[in-house]
């Protein structure tokens, strides 16, 4: 059978049209996934960009400095009422479990009251013990560990008077700080100090071994970074002791940068002032010889009276017509003020404390407060410690000597191993240091 082929015949006009729509359906085609990929690339873009702002903030933690946290209590069967007026009905708005707001109350303002307040914050040196104790029947805690909540205002109720760190905390949220993620805080018992080696002290060093737990903690919830701390007052010998009593490696491991915020490394003449006549700290109506007691009780005040290897011992911070006292003289001065239970402990807990100041070769930056008129000589004209003395004024922030303040340039002049940098503000006081513009601009940009 023979073979034969079909020929079809093509109009080459529909052969042309269908080839553009074949090349229309392709170009199409490429531009949607073009166009895929680059909004792809762009949400990638985005993410990245916004997920390397917030890796770029390593986790920081706030830590106050004295009165600079609120404090709760609660009375048990044990407490013993120094008045009437300070009976366990007192204060009248408790928590369902009897917990109060001990620090800061604005009771505190009237006097009877405030000798309430005053038992109920004072502390007992137990010798037999070697350590500070509450007052019987008085349980004392700090609210919130971990978090800023107790540091940004010692009373919620009282915002417009009593903010410590808000305006800090806020600067930091402003940049990208986020509370329980990068933002910490370490609010502790300001009441309670630290010791020597050799010495017990439970309070002091629960917080401590609380502070390491959080810088851990802190720094792998975030990927393993270290840890900046910045700390205010006093709150900055704590975070000294914590890096000198941990070994290098775990300095090195866990801690960006320490920024100390007007930190007494020597001690202030304000403490002597304290110590000799009360100190109500600016609170109108306080009788400050009603709170004296009480702040001689506290073992972090004994820690803040002014360093003898700090101060020029031949500089006298206190007169008297019987006699001066320099920084080299505290157990005299102690016994004369009427307070010579403070002696045994401020020899044997303090002195070997504060006797060297070591590097712990960590950054530190030191933000400071200066020319501001503060406490530098106290001329008890009559010797009467119960009056307030004429003040000569000099350098500091208001409350701190700026020999004090400046202390680590003269202690680590020779430390090889350690980067310290000194930042000075003018103007700027003790406090006013965490809400001055000028200031919180300066911890920022740290």
Request: overall charge negative; aromatic content about 10%; glycine content about 6%.
């Amino acid at each position: 059978m023979p073979s034969f082929r079909m020929r079809v015949q093509t109009n080459p006009i529909y052969e042309l049209k269908a080839l553009c729509i074949l090349m229309k359906e392709r170009d199409l085609n490429i531009v949607v996934a073009t166009v895929t990929v680059l909004l792809v690339m762009l949400s990638l873009l985005c993410t990245t960009s916004g997920s390397t702002t917030i890796s770029n903030l390593h986790p920081l933690i706030l830590i106050p400095g004295n009165g600079g946290n609120q404090l709760e209590a609660r009375l048990t069967d044990q407490y013993k009422p120094s008045s009437f007026v300070c009976n366990t009905w007192y204060p009248l708005f408790k928590n369902k479990k009897g917990w109060f707001r001990l620090w800061f109350d604005s009771s505190v303002l009237l006097a009877p009251f405030t000798q309430c307040f005053a038992h109920r914050m004072t502390l007992h040196y137990h010798p037999q013990l070697d350590d500070y104790y509450n007052t019987p029947g008085v349980l004392t805690r700090v609210p919130r560990f971990g978090s800023t909540y107790s540091l940004r205002y010692l009373n919620p109720r009282l915002k417009h008077i009593t903010e410590y760190m808000a305006s800090l905390v806020d600067s930091l949220e402003q940049v990208g700080y986020i509370e329980g993620e990068t933002l910490f805080g370490a609010p502790y018992d300001f009441r309670y100090g630290l010791a020597a080696p050799g010495h017990p002290s439970q309070v002091g060093s629960k917080f401590l071994n609380d502070l390491k737990n959080l810088v851990e903690e802190a720094s792998i919830s975030n990927g393993g970074k270290p840890v900046i701390l910045i700390s205010h007052s006093l709150g900055g010998l704590f975070v000294l002791q914590l890096l000198n009593r941990n070994p290098s490696s775990w300095r090195k491991k866990f801690i960006k940068h320490f920024i100390a915020l007007s930190a007494p490394w020597g001690g202030a003449v304000d403490e002597m002032f304290t110590f000799a006549s009360g100190n109500a700290l600016g609170v109108p109506l306080v009788d400050p010889l009603l709170v004296r007691d009480e702040q001689r009780s506290s073992e972090s005040n004994l820690w803040l009276l002014p360093n003898p290897n700090v101060f020029d011992p031949k500089n006298p911070l206190v007169i008297t017509p019987n006699r001066s006292y320099s920084a080299h003289d505290m157990v005299d001065f102690l016994k004369d003020i009427g307070f010579p239970e403070g002696v045994y402990p401020y020899e044997t807990r303090i002195l070997p404390l504060i006797e060297k100041i070591e590097a712990p070769e960590v950054p530190v930056t030191c933000i400071i407060g200066t020319g501001v008129r503060t406490m530098e000589n106290l001329f008890y004209r009559d010797g009467d410690f119960d009056q307030r003395p004429e003040i000569n004024y000099g350098d500091g922030d208001g409350t701190v000597n700026l020999v004090s303040l400046l202390a680590l340039q003269s202690q680590w002049k020779d430390e090889k191993n350690q980067y310290l940098k000194v930042v000075k503000i003018d103007g700027v006081s003790h406090t006013s240091i965490l809400k001055d513009e000028v200031a919180l601009d300066e911890i920022i940009g740290q």
